[in-house]
């Protein structure tokens, strides 16, 4: 396995490395990181600029540059806020974490639970009522569903039980002036929940749809047959095996997601990964761009791999070659 | 490993897991008391307020070429900053006022050179104690002058030396007339810095926690807040507020549930159609500020070196085709602007303006008849003017996405249409279009703000020939409805160096009168300020075009 690994890993450097050239030079053939600087009435400040930033070279001398200190650990400056974009990328890859982990922490008990007792209780009330509210959550454009949780879970109670402040926050991860957990969790509740109405939406669709496959299969009729309890059927025997396709799923959805939750940190005011990449292309910040891309693709990329891993570890049958 | 050793690690790591991000949650918030004192006013002391802020900087370096974000300015440099004069509301219009770093108004020698002295008072002092000085106007200089990294040399480029021999008296010499001294130099955008505790204004990117204005930052978390305090040591009245939040919500929508919800206290929206429809609707608990005195100037600009905007005759009768005055109403109504302005200097400039130069282009079909007439065009049967098999058809370009400024077009394209006109819409993304087509003229007719950086006019920037975008210039300036007139060369040009100020705004009064009749631009609205805050907030809310809404927050307090 590990021989395996290693070659996954090295195949991933040519494609980190083209995708990395393909959108350095699409940044600069169409984003111009001076364009800012023509409100000045400084008639020079846009060449100094270019002269500063390097854009007079050629694309590939630029992105040379630009290479050549990222693999030696220096990730260069951000051209529209001259910070290092290491401390950037860090800042906001830990702002997209929280709401990931969260998020894929409770999208993953709910999409369980109810893919499962969806299964179990196939065409019930339950079950109807249960796939209709998956592909009511699948529907759902984030960006609406999220500013409808505001004005229903926070703004309205507000006004309606005379509160001095709204229940649940929608500005950032936390206040300035309330720390602890709570805060943190008021601020917490709507981001997640306008990320994981989508993912629960869509994970119990296929934890469903594998727990059927699971209960019709030979092994769990040689069970029941045998007279072991029906929970333990459910749960020792179709349970287990259901759950490999989802936690493929699972895995290569993590992955994007560190790209960062664009409409989600945008409504909630969260400077995650999402923004970042937005923010920076809109200034056309190449190195905070590429390094974004970077740490994006190495993202996916290791999520596929420990998605084949864990395919392996819980499925014993296959083999990797 | 067995299958329970294996079972506790993964258990370990979860838990190890959940309690980082639970001590996540409870990480420092830094909540640090500095009560004010010396106050005089009946406002309440102590107390914190949250500001939603759209827009955050890219760096606190104000002079650097990272700077030029009017928002962080507002917020953070405006009230940490020293500076010489202030824009102040004097009646009905604003004017530049000596602040309390000076014992008076600076003296000003016109001849044989330019020479401003200015007396420092000697209780101001920066917040660790040091006195304000003539080496800090001189190291102000010199960075902006000869630093590296510079976003606008403007003004500080045309100044010969700065005595800084007296450290209360800095007198500066300048190497040719420099008009707009008042309020571009020593203050501006840019503010004092401290040449005891800064080497290079670079080293202010990341923000700074010494202050010479009221208040002095306690930390800024990019991309989430920034917080002030107040500046125990400031010479002036200290704020009554314990601590100031500029909480970062970039999104218009979340920004008013948020205001709504009470999350924040005050927010300063810009002015799209949804902010205006809000607040036509009504904010219980807000009081709203608006103001069409600003330094904002919405307007249609033609090309002038493109068909058919070439042709002045085309221009006119394109003028002579709008309804300006219905368009505003549609746009502002809701926060009481309904006049289209009449003028290209900026609203809060009245004493400069001309303010009726272009009162004469109103709906008026005969005069849209005979301009076109006068360069051979004629109607066609579909009601279209047409010239040697060409109809008269333009595009016209301005942001996308921008919902004021698609609803201003639709208008636009209606008027243009029962008048003979086919107006085309072809909007840019605002990188395309104010990086690269407007600076290299590919565009016929584009809508879009001119947004005054001091209290001075700078029409010279915007309609003299010198300041046409080119490729020998690098496609640099902003001239760019290409207008090429030597009568406003003149007269513009004359405003930037006429140091009698009586004379200098009867010369760019002639200057908006000479455009009007060029008609490279129709003026169509100041873009008014909203300011939206608590009941709560109690004190000396004022808006202020330059120095932004916040300036006089160290007068606010909050009620409980």
């Known amino acids: ?321 | 490993m067995t299958l329970p050793d294996r079972r506790r690690r993964w258990h370990l790591a979860t838990l190890v897991l959940v309690l980082s991000l639970v001590a996540a949650g409870c990480g420092d918030g830094g909540d640090k008391k500095n009560v004010a004192t010396d106050v005089a006013e009946d406002a309440p002391r102590g107390g914190t307020l949250v500001i939603g802020a759209e827009q955050e900087g890219k760096c606190a370096d104000w002079m650097g070429s990272c700077g030029g974000a009017s928002w962080m300015f507002w917020t953070y440099g405006a009230l940490t900053m020293p500076r010489a004069y202030s824009v102040e509301k004097a009646g009905n219009t604003f004017e530049a006022k000596p602040t309390s770093l000076l014992t008076g108004p600076a003296t000003l020698v016109t001849s044989p050179k330019q020479v401003v002295t200015y007396n420092i008072n000697p209780q101001a002092k920066w917040s660790d104690n040091t006195p304000i000085t003539s080496k800090d106007f001189k190291f102000t200089w010199e960075q902006v002058a000869k630093g590296d990294k510079i976003y606008d040399r403007t003004g500080y480029d045309k100044i010969d030396s700065v005595d800084d021999s007296k450290p209360n008296v800095a007198v500066v010499t300048f190497k040719e007339p420099y008009a707009d001294w008042r309020t571009t130099l020593f203050g501006g955008s840019f503010g004092i810095y401290p040449a005891h505790l800064v080497k290079d204004h670079s080293e202010l990117t990341d923000g700074y926690n010494w202050s010479g204005g009221p208040w002095k930052l306690d930390h800024w978390t990019r991309g989430t807040e920034w917080v002030l305090v107040p500046n125990t040591n400031y010479w002036g009245e200290k704020p009554k507020l314990d601590k100031v939040v500029f909480k970062l919500i970039t999104d218009t929508s979340a920004e008013f549930q948020a205001f709504k919800g009470g999350e924040v206290q005050a927010i300063y929206p810009q002015p799209q159609l949804d902010a205006v429809d809000q607040i036509s609707a009504g904010l219980p608990g807000a009081k709203a500020q608006y103001t069409d005195q600003t330094g904002n100037s919405e307007a249609f600009s033609m090309n002038t070196s493109r068909p058919p905007f070439d042709d002045i005759n085309f221009r006119t009768a394109v003028a002579y085709s709008i309804d300006r005055d219905v368009i505003v109403n549609r746009l502002f109504s809701g926060v009481g602007v309904t006049k289209a302005i009449q003028t290209p200097t900026a609203a809060i400039l009245s004493p400069f303006a001309s303010t009726s130069a272009f009162a004469k282009y109103k709906k008026d079909m005969g005069k849209v008849n005979e301009a076109m007439g006068k360069s051979g065009w004629t109607k066609g049967s579909d009601g279209i003017w047409e010239k040697g098999g060409a109809k008269a058809t333009f595009s016209i370009k301005s942001t996308v996405g921008n919902k004021r400024r698609e609803l201003t077009e639709q208008i636009l394209q209606q008027e243009l249409k029962t008048a003979g006109f086919n107006l085309t819409i072809d909007n840019q993304r605002a990188g395309d279009l104010f990086g690269d087509q407007l600076p290299k003229g590919d565009f016929q007719m584009a809508l879009y703000a001119n947004v005054l950086t001091s209290f001075y006019p700078s029409n010279c920037n915007l309609y003299c020939s010198k300041n046409i975008p080119t490729e020998a210039n690098g496609f640099s300036g902003n001239n760019y409805t290409r207008t090429r007139v030597p009568e406003l060369d003149s007269l513009y040009g004359k405003v930037e160096s006429e140091l009698n100020e009586a004379e200098a705004q009867a010369t760019n009064k002639k200057g908006d009168d000479a455009l009007a009749n060029h008609v490279s631009v129709l003026p169509l609205d100041p873009l008014p300020n909203i300011l939206l805050t608590s009941t709560k907030i109690v004190g000396p809310v004022a808006d202020n075009p330059i120095q932004g809404p916040f300036w006089t927050m160290w007068g606010w307090g909050l009620n409980k």
């Open chain 1, 1 to 321: 396995m590990l021989s395996y690994v290693a070659r996954r890993i090295l195949f991933s450097i040519p494609v980190l490395l083209i995708a990395s050239f393909l959108l350095f030079t699409a940044v600069r053939a169409t984003f111009d990181p001076t364009a800012r600087l023509r409100a000045s009435r400084d008639p020079e400040a846009v060449q100094r600029a270019r002269a500063e930033l390097g854009l007079d070279k050629p694309v590939v001398a630029q992105y040379q540059d630009w290479l050549s200190g990222f693999v030696r650990g220096d990730w260069g400056e951000s051209s529209s806020t001259q910070e290092r974009v290491l401390p950037v990328i860090r800042r906001a890859a830990w702002h997209t974490f929280q709401l990931v982990v969260w998020g894929v922490l409770i999208s993953a008990i709910l999409a369980v639970a109810v893919g499962v007792f969806s299964a179990v209780r196939q065409y019930s009330i339950a079950d109807h009522a249960l796939t209709g509210m998956s592909f009511l959550g699948l529907a759902m454009p984030p960006f609406w569903f999220g500013l409808i949780a505001i004005q229903f879970l926070a703004v309205y109670p507000r006004d309606w039980f005379g509160l001095t402040q709204t229940p649940l926050f929608f500005v950032g991860l936390r206040s300035s002036t309330n720390v602890g957990f709570g805060d943190y969790a008021r601020h917490l509740v709507l981001p997640v929940l306008t990320l994981t109405v989508q993912i629960i939406a869509s994970w119990s669709r296929y934890q469903r749809s594998s727990m059927l496959d699971a209960l019709s299969g030979d092994y769990v009729r040689t069970a029941r047959a045998k007279g072991v309890p029906r929970r333990r059927v459910i749960f020792k025997h179709a349970f287990r095996n259901a759950l490999i396709p989802l936690v493929t799923v699972m895995a290569l959805d993590i992955g994007a997601l560190a790209g960062g939750l664009v409409v989600t940190e945008q409504i909630f005011s969260i400077p995650g990964m999402g923004r970042l990449f937005v923010d920076s292309l809109l200034e056309g910040d190449a190195n905070v761009l590429v390094a974004w891309t970077v740490v994006t693709a190495t993202s996916v990329i290791a999520f596929n791999l420990l998605a084949d891993v864990l395919y392996r570890l819980l499925d014993p049958r296959i083999r990797f070659s």
